[in-house]
């Protein structure tokens, strides 16, 4: 199994990342949006990859960090989450969000990630919630809990209130990044109208 690769970027996109190796072999490596964000502005990189081979392609998907691989790699364990599926979750919802998600049984947190319904959103939940309680995840769920409830509480009102998903999401970042993520549900959502 190829556990990482080191090297420079030579081409990026939202989608796949060229990396290419000292040996000057350049890979084509899958990556979600998460990392797509960590990585676009180095040159240099390194990717905690997984290697999947399948009878009409080797397929190589990249993170920027093993907290992320780990939970693609228990996504895809989940009957009828393939790693396309995965990377697409991977890039809706933080390491942090999808663990939040899992551990309270946000259902619906899960399955408003495009594509995912609501059986497949039932499944992950109810097959990951014990195995991701034994990861050693070094995100810092703790106290990103409360944070992430409160931000999809303020996202459902702010939606509801009649807001795009996208824009309201982009405000509450912005207001979180600013005030710190110690604020209530309803002081994100009184902030948060102030620019919308």
Not at 21 to 48: E, F, M, P, R
Not at 103 to 111: F, R, S
Request: charged share 20%; with cysteine; aromatic share 6%.
């Amino acid at each position: 199994m190829i556990h990482f690769i080191k090297g420079k970027i030579v081409n990026i996109t939202p989608a796949f990342v060229v990396v290419e190796t000292a040996g000057g072999v350049g890979y084509c490596v899958n990556i979600s949006l998460a990392t797509y964000s960590q990585i676009k502005d180095q040159s240099d990189i390194l990717l905690h990859t997984y290697y999947i081979v399948k009878e009409d392609a080797h397929v190589l998907y990249g993170f920027s960090n093993e907290d992320e691989r780990e939970l693609f790699q228990l996504l895809i364990s989940v009957n009828g989450v393939g790693p396309n599926t995965a990377r697409l979750i991977l890039s809706s919802m933080s390491v942090g969000e999808l663990l939040n998600a899992i551990a309270t049984e946000n259902v619906k947190a899960i399955q408003s990630v495009k594509g995912i319904g609501a059986k497949t959103a039932q499944r992950i939940v109810i097959e990951l919630k014990d195995k991701t309680k034994k990861l050693s995840l070094s995100d810092p769920t703790k106290n990103s809990v409360a944070y992430n409830n409160n931000k999809y509480d303020a996202l459902t009102a702010l939606i509801a209130l009649g807001f795009p998903k996208a824009g309201a999401e982009s405000v509450l970042d912005k207001v979180i990044k600013t005030d710190g993520i110690n604020l209530s549900v309803e002081d994100l959502i009184k902030k948060a109208l102030k620019y919308l």
